[in-house]
């Protein structure tokens, strides 16, 4: 079970920090992976992270402005999200991959993860 908090609303050039926390004894043995979906707009995969976090992977408009990163002795995967801009406005969702998944480093689509959390709206105003 993944449960992700931390959404809200921001302005413009603000930053907020979304967590991911996993329930059971196996976090480490998966990738990680955030996705957002915009109102009308197909889920979107932004970022993945490797299991034990030393590779990560984003999509080109957020590259530069978020981190994701993950501690393994909590549980939890993390997205850093700075200079959020009106275009990031969207529900964030975060996936655990599926196991024995090879990492990549290439763009993450839905298909790749086998659980997911509920999302958390993240509402950036101009």
């Known amino acids: 079970q993944l449960q992700a908090f931390g959404g809200g609303l921001v302005q413009a050039g603000d930053s907020l920090r979304l967590s991911c926390v996993a329930s059971g004894s196996t976090f480490s043995s998966y990738i990680m992976g955030w996705f957002r979906q915009a109102p009308g707009k197909e889920r979107e995969f932004v970022a993945a992270?490797?299991?034990?976090?030393?590779?990560?992977y984003y999509i080109d408009s957020v590259r530069g402005r978020f981190t994701i990163s993950r501690d393994n002795a909590k549980n939890t995967a993390y997205l850093q999200m700075n200079s959020l801009k009106p275009a990031d406005t969207a529900v964030f969702y975060c996936?655990?991959?599926?196991?024995?998944?090879?990492?990549?480093?290439?763009?993450?689509?839905?298909?790749?993860?086998?659980?997911w959390g509920h999302g958390t709206l993240v509402t950036v105003s101009s």
């Open positions: 996936a655990r991959g599926r196991f024995g998944m090879n990492w990549k480093s290439a763009l993450f689509t839905p298909r790749d993860f086998g659980a």
């Open positions: 992270i490797s299991r034990d976090g030393s590779s990560t």
